[in-house]
């Protein structure tokens, strides 16, 4: 079966850096579209960042632009997002996720397959 396992996940100070990592199986990874979405408490879940199967294409929610980055290797089945600069507003729990298809897309329903969450705590 498809499994994505995220890590990375802790508790840090406001203007701090973390990297979530997730690794995927069961599935041929490279066809792939990728994304991130995070959920704060009593909050919808919401997309962070999509990243196209070869990696060309990114897309970034407007509120993480030029702090976060999201890169792919194909080779390890694993996708990563990069959080520099990190605010009290981006505690949430973070979700790696799998697209239904090929392409880049931001809506939730377009993901097929969730990882299980990790969760991302930025004091300040």
């Known amino acids: 079966q498809v499994q994505l396992v995220e890590s990375g996940g802790g508790l840090v100070q406001a203007g701090g850096s973390l990297r979530l990592s997730c690794a995927v199986s069961g599935r041929t990874f490279s066809n792939y579209a990728m994304g991130w979405f995070r959920q704060a408490p009593g909050k919808e879940r919401e997309f962070v960042v999509g990243i196209s199967r070869s990696g060309a294409a990114t897309r970034y929610t407007e509120s993480v632009k030029g702090r976060f980055t999201i890169s792919r290797d194909n080779a390890k089945n694993t996708v990563y997002l990069q959080m520099n600069s990190l605010k009290p507003e981006d505690t949430a729990v973070y979700y790696c996720?799998?697209?239904?298809?090929?392409?880049?897309?931001?809506?939730?329903?377009?993901?097929?397959?969730w990882g299980q969450g990790t969760q991302v705590t930025v004091s300040s």
């Open positions: 996720a799998m697209g239904a298809g090929y392409y880049l897309v931001t809506e939730r329903r377009d993901y097929a397959y």
